[in-house]
T-cell receptor, first 108, second 113 residues
Framework: LAKTTQPISMDSYEGQEVNITCSHNNIATNDYITWYQQFPSQGPRFIIQGYKTKVTNEVASLFIPADRKSSTLSLPRVSLSDTAVYYCLVGGYNKLIFGAGTRLAVHP | DVKVTQSSRYLVKRTGEKVFLECVQDMDHENMFWYRQDPGLGLRLIYFSYDVKMKEKGDIPEGYSVSREKKERFSLILESASTNQTSMYLC????????????FGNGTRLTVT
């Protein structure tokens, strides 16, 4: 089972780009990389998912190098409302184990 | 939109009580999961189920059991609640494909006194 490692916390300011990197050295061939965002007193919600190279949607980009042993979530021009915990999850469809997550604080 | 509904938002129980946490999803997902979340420890997997009546242990199954009699419903059972089971409990569901994301409920905050 792929274990993930992320920074415990990060600080940023409004309008900046934030990059959060997750390492997953023993990712399996069939595993996808999925990022979730969690606000206090809510369940995590899906942000973005990828298998390789780059994926972009309306809220974030996900960069995955060729060896897939890490991934980087990129949040463009963050706002105060992006203050949350971000989780990187690597896996297929069964025993899905979360890492500790990254607590992002966005300051005015 | 997928909806995962947890029966209670807040629950207070006494030590030794049998506690049932219910979760229902409306998307016919095959897989369902129970996590607990504690400050500084992230989300820890208790049990998951990939089909009706099928279950597998997660990382911290001790003190818990689960039941999945119908596809849409996944119950977490604390046979004899203890104070160290005070936590936020999160249910999630997904399709049984590798690229299907998890959909979470809003959690049940359980306090055992």
């Amino acid at each position: 089972l792929a274990k993930t490692t992320q920074p415990i916390s990060m600080d940023s300011y409004e309008g900046q780009e934030v990059n959060i990197t997750c390492s997953h050295n023993n990712i399996a061939t069939n595993d996808y990389i999925t990022w979730y965002q969690q606000f206090p007193s809510q369940g995590p919600r899906f942000i973005i998912q990828g298998y390789k190279t780059k994926v972009t949607n309306e809220v974030a980009s996900l960069f995955i190098p060729a060896d897939r042993k890490s991934s980087t979530l990129s949040l463009p021009r963050v706002s105060l409302s992006d203050t949350a915990v971000y989780y990187c999850l690597v896996g297929g469809y069964n025993k899905l184990i979360f890492g500790a997550g990254t607590r992002l604080a966005v300051h005015p | 939109d997928v909806k995962v509904t947890q029966s209670s938002r807040y629950l207070v129980k006494r030590t030794g009580e049998k506690v049932f946490l219910e979760c229902v999803q409306d998307m016919d997902h095959e897989n369902m999961f129970w996590y607990r979340q504690d400050p500084g420890l992230g989300l820890r997997l208790i049990y998951f189920s990939y089909d009706v009546k099928m279950k597998e242990k997660g990382d911290i199954p001790e003190g818990y059991s689960v039941s999945r009699e119908k596809k849409e419903r996944f119950s977490l059972i604390l046979e004899s609640a203890s104070t160290n089971q005070t936590s936020m409990y999160l249910c999630a569901s997904k399709w049984q494909t590798s690229n299907s994301p998890l959909h979470f409920g809003n959690g049940t905050r359980l306090t055992v006194t």
